[in-house]
């Protein structure tokens, strides 16, 4: 067949008209259909969301004294695709960094879009770094702010600040009670970037600013805080005990003002400290309270008016032979009023006082102490404790628990105990945290003291209180916390530590305690020091 020449032109303007159509299409498809998709994927490529970190809210004493601040720091980073020198750029940010410079061409030969070369770089140094680039035209390096959380007072209060991780989440203390407080919420602004990988402001997109997160200003007072664990490590220093606590409380609101522990740690170094030394005893070490756990028996009966603070107890001269076994007083004692039974610190004869109450009354007085439930303080992992009911109890159990033996109880529980014998007879709740404020200063929320309930009558409570001075006396067994020109109320006590593995307890392991107020007349604090395996010679008197 042949083909002419009007033919073949034909063809040919077919096959352009074709292609054309072909190229129309496409084109159609990349510009209507695909439009959207191809927006989004070059604004993936040119576009960034840069996180805006909030600031974690500070923490205050109850005097505004700073216990965890922030410290303004940069994240370091580096895109490979902008970097056009390696060779110049990687001595500047080795001498910078402080770091060798093949770990910094090894970071940057992974590849990928962000390659973090440093953490936690100080401000002052990432500026002038940023300064050295800027100069020398090195580009690909990009700063990231954020802060760190750094503790001014070391370990001062360690056990109830606590700390958060890298990424700014409480981890202990109070500072993971209250995270949701201080943590705030971040904001973020969307940027264009230029080949180079600069912003350009022109095309700055939407920008939603963080909320700093709230200030928590905690009851502690930290002049307080300091004199009790000067004493607290006096006290280990003389008397080498295994582990240490101490609380200070005011008695009628259940506010803290100091709380401590030993072993402790440095706040801004806790990566190097070991878990024995992170414990909050306060709240999580269980013991045997021994005879601080007699102003239980006697306020219980005294309350019930089974007996005056001179009804006369007789405390058998001697060991005396109750359920099959014996118990004993550190010394003989005959007949004697049940303020003495406390102020001696008579095992019989709290006993006997247990026995007028009864399984199920004394039970009852047992847990309206609180004895046994957690107190709800605003810190993390308390326990309950370990109070067993009647029907667990055996047929000596009636003569030992009395003297604070059987039970299990933390420090916490046994200073509201005696906080509810210095306030009036009220089990309150304990309160670390006063005020949640922003940044502002603006209080959002301000904790009020709770009373739980009432435990005693206030003329039980004030006769106990008044029998707990004779035990701060000459005739009494807290000779040593006498302190000229004040009264005071208090208790000792001595318990054998419990044998973890086998029934019975540890020979010559003992935990020795003290918890007290001052004045007496109308208390302001209340005491307790507990010491674990101490040197003493209190172990006679109880």
Request: charged share 25%.
């Amino acid at each position: 067949m042949k083909w002419n020449g009007r033919t073949r032109c034909a063809l040919v303007c077919l096959g352009f008209t074709a292609l054309f159509s072909i190229f129309s299409y496409r084109l159609v498809y990349l510009q209507v259909v695909r439009h959207d998709a191809y927006v989004d994927l070059a604004g993936k490529q040119n576009s960034k969301r840069d996180v805006i970190y909030a600031e974690r809210g500070l923490i205050y004493d109850r005097n505004d004294a700073v216990l965890a601040l922030n410290d303004p720091v940069e994240t370091v980073e580096a895109d490979p695709s902008h970097i056009r020198d390696p060779a110049a750029l990687i001595p500047v940010l080795a001498a910078a960094l402080e770091t060798p410079p093949e770990k910094i061409a090894e970071k940057l030969s992974r590849g990928g879009k962000y390659v973090v070369l440093r953490n936690e770089f100080p401000e002052a140094s990432a500026v002038a770094l940023q300064e050295e680039l800027r100069t020398k035209k090195l580009a690909g390096i990009k700063f990231k702010r954020d802060f760190i959380r750094r503790y001014p007072n070391d370990s001062l209060l360690c056990h109830v600040i606590g700390f958060s991780d890298y990424e700014h989440k409480g981890i202990q203390g109070v500072e993971a009670t209250m995270n949701r407080y201080l943590r705030g919420e971040d904001g973020f602004r969307e940027t264009e970037r230029d080949p180079a990988g600069n912003e350009i402001p022109l095309y700055r997109g939407t920008e939603r600013p963080p909320h700093n997160g709230y200030n928590v200003h905690l009851t502690i007072d930290l002049n307080l805080q300091n004199i009790v664990e000067n004493e607290l490590d006096a006290a280990m220093e003389k008397y080498t005990p295994k582990k240490a606590t101490a609380i200070l409380m005011r008695p009628e609101t259940g506010e803290i003002l100091a709380m401590a522990s030993r072993p402790n740690y440095d706040l801004n170094k806790r990566n190097k400290a070991k878990d024995e030394q992170m414990k909050n005893r306060a709240i999580i070490d269980m013991m045997e309270p021994g005879s601080t756990f007699k102003i239980v028996t006697v306020g219980a009966a005294l309350n019930e008016k089974l007996v005056t603070l001179d009804t006369p107890i007789f405390c058998e001269n001697g060991p005396w032979r109750f359920g099959g076994s014996y118990l004993h007083d550190h010394k003989y004692y005959g007949l004697i009023p049940v303020q003495d039974v406390l102020v001696k610190s008579s095992n019989i004869g709290a006993a006997k006082i247990a026995l007028k109450l009864g399984d199920e009354k004394f039970f009852e007085y047992i847990r309206r102490f609180g004895f046994g439930q957690t107190t709800g303080i605003e810190l993390p992992g308390e326990i309950a404790g370990l109070i067993h009911p009647p029907r667990d109890w055996s047929k000596i159990s009636i003569s030992r628990i009395p003297m604070g033996h059987e039970v299990g109880v933390t420090p916490l529980q046994m200073i509201l105990a005696m906080c509810a014998i210095a306030n009036g007879g009220n089990l309150v709740a304990p309160r670390i945290v006063k005020s949640i404020v922003d940044e502002n200063g603006v209080v959002k929320s301000e904790l009020q003291p709770i009373v739980l309930r009432r435990v005693l009558s206030e003329k039980a409570a004030a006769d106990v209180a008044l029998a707990l001075r004779g035990v701060v006396s000459e005739r009494g067994t807290a000779k040593e916390a006498i302190v000229p020109g004040f009264t005071i109320s208090g208790k000792t006590g001595t318990a054998q530590k419990v044998d973890p593995e086998h029934p019975g307890y540890l020979k010559g392991k003992e935990i020795v305690s003290f918890s007290g107020f001052l004045p007496s007349e109308h208390p302001a604090f209340v005491l307790l020091v507990v010491l674990d395996e101490a040197h003493t010679k209190t172990a006679a008197e109880n």
